[in-house]
T-cell receptor, first 109, second 113 residues
Framework: DAKTTQPPSMDCAEGRAANLPCNHSTISGNEYVYWYRQIHSQGPQYIIHGLKNNETNEMASLIITEDRKSSTLILPHATLRDTAVYYCIVSNRDDKIIFGKGTRLHILP | NAGVTQTPKFRVLKTGQSMTLLCAQDMNHEYMYWYRQDPGMGLRLIHYSVGEGTTAKGEVPDGYNVSRLKKQNFLLGLESAAPSQTSVYFC????????????FGDGTRLSIL
């Protein structure tokens, strides 16, 4: 299974775009990139996923490099409520969703 | 809709006691999952179910049993609780057309003394 590498923590000013990087250099051709977040004391929240193309939904945008070895989750206008741990996961099976330690994002007022 | 509801939210057990955690979803989802999360760690899959009457082992199944007698409910049992099972337990579900769990409960915080 592919593994991901994320920075342990990041800061972002409120109102600015938060760009969270993820490296997944061993991703295989049929594995998707998934992003979740977990706000303190709550269950994980699915954010977005993609295979090759960039994706956007009401929460975020996902930019995947052409070689698929890395991706970036973009929260366009971060608010204090976006403070959470963000998990980047690559997988092609629902029983192989491996949550690592993620990136702890601090939104600064 | 309530989504995914876990019962109870908190529980303290003594070593050797048994208990059952209940997960209920009202979205008619086929797939359901049980995870545990230890301090500073990500989630680890315990067991999952791809439909009523079926269950399968995940990454850390030892010491747990599960049942899916009704489509909307997924039960996680601890037959003889051990301190190593102190954790936060999360249930999740997904629909057939979704690739991964997309709906999680708010967790059950379980302490084994």
């Amino acid at each position: 299974d592919a593994k991901t590498t994320q920075p342990p923590s990041m800061d972002c000013a409120e109102g600015r775009a938060a760009n969270l990087p993820c490296n997944h250099s061993t991703i295989s051709g049929n594995e998707y990139v998934y992003w979740y977040r977990q706000i303190h004391s709550q269950g994980p929240q699915y954010i977005i996923h993609g295979l090759k193309n960039n994706e956007t939904n009401e929460m975020a945008s996902l930019i995947i490099t052409e070689d698929r070895k890395s991706s970036t989750l973009i929260l366009p206008h971060a608010t204090l409520r976006d403070t959470a741990v963000y998990y980047c996961i690559v997988s092609n099976r629902d029983d192989k969703i491996i949550f690592g330690k993620g990136t702890r994002l601090h939104i600064l007022p | 809709n309530a989504g995914v509801t876990q019962t109870p939210k908190f529980r303290v057990l003594k070593t050797g006691q048994s208990m059952t955690l209940l997960c209920a979803q009202d979205m008619n989802h086929e797939y359901m999952y049980w995870y545990r999360q230890d301090p500073g760690m990500g989630l680890r899959l315990i067991h999952y179910s791809v439909g009523e009457g079926t269950t399968a082992k995940g990454e850390v199944p030892d010491g747990y049993n599960v049942s899916r007698l009704k489509k909307q409910n997924f039960l996680l049992g601890l037959e003889s609780a051990a301190p190593s099972q102190t954790s936060v337990y999360f249930c999740a579900s997904r629909a057939l057309g979704q690739a991964v769990p997309q709906h999680f409960g708010d967790g059950t915080r379980l302490s084994i003394l």
